[in-house]
């Protein structure tokens, strides 16, 4: 690995913390700070979607509901190849009742496989898939309540 690779991966490391504090501050016009506007995803809530409206959307759906949330990221790895790189980090969100600080919580834990590029702007997620492995709690702490179902 040389220089210019440890460089990007620092770089790419950022940028996954910079995305955690934009979804725990509900900075939703930060996210381009992370993402490219042609992003591709699958957040797991049925299938791809694509572009940076449909991301905030997504982002807006489930964490304008609830109150307090941390997102902490970890256990991350990073293959950069040139102006490409592949990241893989666990995930574990916690989220808290909006009007009820005492009240149930709702955990998800799993793993963000992000593929990036190297823009004009810096490094920025071109594809994101998340894969859950375990939620727990009570999901009503992000959901309106015609998501219930």
């Not at 940028?15 to 042609?38: H, M, S, T």
């Not at 190849?81 to 893989?88: V, W």
Request: negative net charge; contains cysteine; proline residues 2%.
């Amino acid at each position: 690995m040389d220089f210019q690779q440890l460089c990007d991966e620092r770089e790419i490391h950022r940028g996954l913390a910079i995305f955690a504090r934009i979804l725990d501050n509900k900075a939703w016009d930060r996210l381009g700070e992370v993402f490219a506007e042609d992003i591709a995803f699958d957040y797991g809530a049925g299938g791809e979607q694509r572009g940076m409206a449909a991301l905030r959307a997504n982002m807006q759906r489930f964490l304008d509901q609830c109150g307090p949330s941390q997102h902490l990221l970890g256990s991350i790895m990073v293959d950069v190849e040139g102006d490409k790189a592949t990241s893989r980090a666990y995930v574990q969100a916690r989220h808290q009742r909006a009007d009820d600080p005492a009240g149930a919580i709702f955990d998800s834990c799993g793993e963000y496989v992000d593929r990036w590029e190297r823009r004009q702007e810096g490094w920025r997620i071109v594809r994101r898939d998340a894969i859950w492995a375990i939620h727990s709690g009570d999901p009503a702490v992000i959901m309106a309540q015609d998501q219930l179902g």
